[in-house]
């Protein structure tokens, strides 16, 4: 509200035993009603008294406060109103608005509403336009409630309605305001005082910043909303002069005021802006913190580093200590082995030169002999064809004989046939193929003849030639390793086949088995082949399914490289099958327990644990990496010389029950079966013994 004289409205429904006032009036006398009015407002005249202020009651009766507020507000163009909070929750603010919202929405735009909750302004609705010119109203009698009291007069702001407006709809009794301290009416100001009244309040409405949320605030707001002016009964002039007074005091408390407000704005400023600095300076303070902690745990993690790599070079130091003392004895212990080895080798390379430089004895042939005894390298005569070239039977000196020609393209022929020659003419075995002559200039190598041939092609039975006897099998396996451990002691330096297969034994008519082909063969130092068992070539040499993996892939080549070749040849002996995937056949057919389904069918007699037991051996020999295979002098030809003297026994049982037809078999069986079962027996003593 705007003027010197503000007017603090007292708006309240009241209720008495939950009624209205218009109901409650017909149940309560007037002076409890006016005794009810008189204790309501003594607050408010308490708290004016105490600012000096002087105050005007209106009461308006109405069942919708709001609505009778904002046509008073209206009807007499109020620019200023102040009310008190609501205490209803969101809820109930949502499903039925109070009043202080009713007004904040529902004001008009020249008035400016203030809702204060604990003497704060809570919500703040300024003026958006300036309040309309009014026109006095013409005069009108007020009641007073009392003779003896003063006439109070309304501002200027509420002068200027003539009545109060309606504030129901239909014949409803409208409210009217009356003055609480009085029971007269009072005559309006002339026009002079009035325009002088009028003055007064253009000059004190001025535009005031009021600081928000202080309560220097709320004292103001009190102060100039709960005003009022108070004017004696009948002006007479000496009251003008007293105006003009008021107004230049007023003017002056003004200025005064205009100063404080000023001066509190500036004190609200700097107290902002040291709210923020020290809001800042907390910041700071806080990321000074926070990098001062991440120094520290920094410098941790540093010094913590520094001492693990110092345990670190400390422990590299030791470990390159311990690994240069142990450099040191194993370079002086292999610097004795190389002064020990290169004596050695002197030795044997003497030995050597002295057995290649004595004369090499074989018979020589002419190439016009060969050519007579092959009828000029006939078709007819040719037996067979390997690697190094075609092979001829034919009949030199009256004797019957294996001529095996060099084919002009075959790589390394020439070198293959100097090594071959040398070596068959300077080692005789009963299980080594015999070399009779050859014809250097052409490559011709004249062996004694094999009447049965290889013992690939008797396996497969080509020619259709009647399958070899289990019993064979032993004895032809046993004399293959009693061979080949031969080529192994060969003095002065082992010698290592690297192309054992059954196409290079080779069975005469009484299926005694000769190794041939040694071309490929190569001698391995002493010293190697005893102590590290492999030597290193630069190529690899051989047929594909029989070379040691580990020679093939490595190029170290030892004797037990032809232990692998020879697990091989065993498997094919017992099952007549090519030796691609073999071993991982049979080991699953004995996972599978069908191992007999393995064998060679054209055998209907096998003793399946005898074979059983030749077929383990093999697929140890066969074993993938060399340190796993059996030696040959200790585990494999022991095994195999037991086996042959089972098929020996074998053949003399049948030889001495011939004249009995089928007994032989049917003894030999029951015989087998009681090894077997005794077998068993072991077996399951053993598991007995290992569960125990």
Known sequence: MSGLSRISLILSNISAGGLPVTEANQEMSKEQVEAELTQLFVPYRGFCARKGLQLTEVILEDFDVSKAIIDYITSNNIQNVVVGASSRNALRKFMNPDVPTCLTKGAPEFCGVYVIYKGKPL??????????????????QMALDSPYRQAEHFDYSIRNSERPPDYMRGNKPLPTPRMTSNDAYIDILD???????????????????????????????????????????????PAISSMREAEAEMRRLRLELKQTVEMYNAACKEAIMAKEKARELQKLKIEEARRIEELRQSEEAALALVELEKAKCKAAMEAAEAA?????????????????ARRVAKERKKATESVLRSEIHYRKYSIDEIEVATNFFSSALKVGEGGYGPVFRATLDHTQVAIKVLRPDASQGRKQF????????????????????????????????????????????????????????????????????????????????????????????????????????????????????????????????YIDPEYQQTGMLGVKSDIYSLGIMLLQIITAKPPMSLMHHVERSIEKGNFADMLDPAIEDWPVEETLAFAKLALKCAELRRKDRPDLGKVVLPELSRLRSIGQEYKASRSNNSRYLGAAPKTFDSISKGAMSLIHQKQDSRHITEKN
Not at 133 to 140: A, E, G, I, Y
Not at 203 to 226: C, V
Not at 490 to 515: F, G, Q
Request: glycine content about 4%; hydrophobic content about 35%.
């Open 324 to 340: 240069q003392k142990i450099a040191e004895l194993e370079a002086r212990r292999r610097y004795n082995a190389e002064l020990k």
């Open 123 to 140: 919500t703040i609705r300024t003026a958006k336009v300036p309040a309309p010119v009014n026109t006095f109203p013409p005069k009108q």
């Open 418 to 545: 100097q090594q071959e020659v040398e070596i068959l003419s300077c080692i005789r075995h009963p299980n080594m193929v015999l070399l009779l002559g050859a014809c250097p200039e052409y490559g011709c190598l004249v062996y004694e003849y094999m009447d049965y041939g290889s013992l690939e092609d008797r396996l497969l039975r080509r020619g259709n030639t009647p399958p070899i006897p289990w019993a064979t099998r032993f004895k032809i396996a046993a004399e293959i390793a009693t061979a080949l451990l031969f080529l192994h002691q060969t003095k002065p330096e082992p010698l290592v086949h690297r192309d054992l297969k059954p196409a290079n034994i080779l069975l005469d008519h009484n299926y005694v088995s000769k190794i041939s082909d040694v071309g490929l063969a190569r001698l391995v130092p002493a010293s190697v082949a005893d102590s590290v068992t492999q030597y290193r070539i630069t190529s690899t040499a051989g047929t594909l399914c």
């Open 191 to 237: 026009s002079s005082v009035r325009s002088s009244r009028t003055n007064y309040h253009d000059s004190y409405t001025g535009n005031i910043d009021f600081p928000a949320s202080t309560s220097f605030r709320s004292d103001l707001s009190d102060a100039f909303e709960l005003g009022y002016t108070e004017s004696p009964r009948g002006f007479l002039p």
